[in-house]
């Protein structure tokens, strides 16, 4: 959902979500073993990272706060984070370690020393980092303190949604399935997904093709430049992020003046979650656990 950082040559991807115009025209690169391996030690820090933060999450705590916690995970580990500085196609440099997204902010929002969690809040926290010249993405959302049953049920479809498109990832289908299964899980609950921010593949650089949507336009929709997709079929060693980015009103976004923050135009809340995967004989491994 978001996008990496400048203070290195090697960030040239984004945070979490790929824009369908930013997307590189370039076909999926497939993986050895060995680049695996160091992919999944990636997204173990990545993974290290986001469980830090996650039991740091309480009300009365600042979004900078949760930053600073992943960022030190993140470099006691000998990794960089990804999202520090990185400035694509004119976008001021991001500020800060991790994306952090309140209730109806989508993707893409700057941790600050002013943002105070607070009881009833959902936040959204995405990060990532490279390790021996791989990458870990990874994200989730969660409730701070008790939230209604109706916004928990949006924080578990949100969930259910990744699951239906990790278990989707099979040799032999095609990216258009893995789209389709998130679509699925998100419109028979009664929400909708983010049509112009993908997951995508990830590597070297954080945001390699490719593009993984939450959704599958049809042959019409694909007449749309911002909707042309381009399908693969998946074989082994393809590693890619799945972001599913659930809606519980419209799916119409906006971006704030400060140039990153993505927030849904009706301020309906939202929820996003985020696994990298390797495709495997044996099926989708996840590269993002402990």
Aim: proline share 6%; aromatic share 6%.
């Amino acid at each position: 959902m978001f996008r990496p950082s400048s203070i290195s040559r090697l960030l040239e991807a984004k945070p979490t979500a790929q824009k369908p115009k930013e997307r590189e025209r370039e076909t999926p690169t497939i993986k050895t073993a060995e680049e695996i391996a160091i992919m999944r030690e990636a997204g173990r820090v990545t993974a290290r990272a986001l469980q830090a933060v996650r039991e740091a999450i309480r009300p009365g705590i600042s979004t900078l706060a949760l930053n600073d916690i992943a960022e030190t995970v993140i470099r006691d580990h000998g990794a960089v984070p990804c999202f520090l500085g990185y400035a694509p196609n004119n976008h001021p440099p991001f500020p800060t370690t991790i994306t952090a997204c309140l209730n109806h902010e989508l993707v893409h929002g700057i941790a600050r020393a002013d943002v105070i969690l607070k009881e009833g809040d959902i936040v959204s926290i995405d990060t990532a980092c490279f390790y021996q010249g791989m990458v870990g993405d990874a994200a989730f959302t969660v409730a701070v303190g008790e939230v209604p049953p109706a916004v928990r049920r949006l924080i578990d479809v949100t969930e259910q949604a990744l699951q239906a498109a990790i278990a989707a990832s099979q040799v032999g289908k095609m990216v258009s399935d893995v789209a389709r299964a998130t679509e699925s899980v998100a419109s028979k609950n009664g929400y909708s997904v983010a049509l112009e921010y993908t997951g995508h593949g990830v590597g070297r650089k954080m945001h390699e093709a490719p593009q993984v949507p939450n959704w599958w336009p049809s042959a019409k929709q694909r007449r749309n430049p911002r909707h042309s997709f381009q399908d693969y079929e998946l074989v082994e060693g393809m590693t890619y992020a799945i972001e599913p980015m659930v809606i519980a009103g419209r799916n119409a976004l906006e971006e704030l003046k400060d140039g990153w923050t993505v927030v849904t135009k009706d301020r309906s809340l939202c929820a996003h979650c985020e696994h990298t995967i390797a495709i495997t004989a044996d099926g989708p491994q996840i590269l993002t656990l402990l």
